[in-house]
């Protein structure tokens, strides 16, 4: 049973605001209030989950931690069924916890929305900087298609600026090798966003990855030059005529078969008075 699509919720203040403060771990100790234990095997990866790869190392250095102290934070999960819950945030807890042989977990259980567990999924990897910045971008991308949140909400949310949601989802259209040097990390986020505007994007990432390029003159050559297309002359000439008569400056935008637009600009009130005198005379 998928839960009920509701109104999101504020989640700028990351997990805290949907477990709860007294859920949350204090000096070190596994919190008594706000959580319950769940066996292991009851609970299943969450469907929106942003990060992809969770190396076994780092995962090891937990379970190691794991044994000592136990799981000190709750996982946030949410009820599929009897028996059954899918996690939400904190999914690589989980993994480590079954490193480490545990049968058990504290869990935090609350009625999510899908896109509500997507937000909450991406917040706790941001906040922790799990994802990398394909897997960031790929879970923003999925907030505006699926859920159809605008890129000021995503920034609201997430608790990241406008531009930065904006450029980051823009590496998806980066080419397909372009993005796998990316994620295993031979090329850095701002090395990627010098490659957006190139026009050879490949060639431009191989130098750089054999350090025959700097950042500032990828920069440079990713440059596009403004190409100007010749305006077609009879338009030419009636935007001259029409300016003449009205002694403002006229531009003729022809789009074809689809029509076109004729701007007039104008620069104080007295001319926009003076155009609309002249539109009223017939």
Known sequence: MTPKEERPRGLGRGLSALIGDEAMPTRGEVPAKGSRTLPIAFLKPGRFQPRK????????????????KGVLTPILVRPLGPDSYEIVAGERRWRAAQLAKLHDVPVVVRDLADAE??????????????LNVLEEAAAYQELMERFHRTQEQIAQQVGKSRPHVANTVRLLRLPQPVQVWLREGKLTAGHARTLLNSHHPEKVAIEIMA?????????????????IIPKDPNLADLEASISNKLGLKIQIIHKGDKGGE?????????????ITRRLNRS
């Open 53 to 68: 790869d969770f190396a076994y190392d780092a995962l090891a250095e937990l379970a190691a931690s794991i044994r000592e």
């Open 117 to 130: 567990a997507l937000e909450i999924a991406i917040i706790e990897n941001v906040q922790r900087a799990d």
């Open 211 to 227: 350090g025959q390029m700097t950042v500032r003159q990828a920069e440079r050559r990713s440059i596009k030059t403004k190409i």
């Open 262 to 274: 004729v701007r007039i600009a104008y620069s104080s009130l007295e001319q926009l008075e003076e």
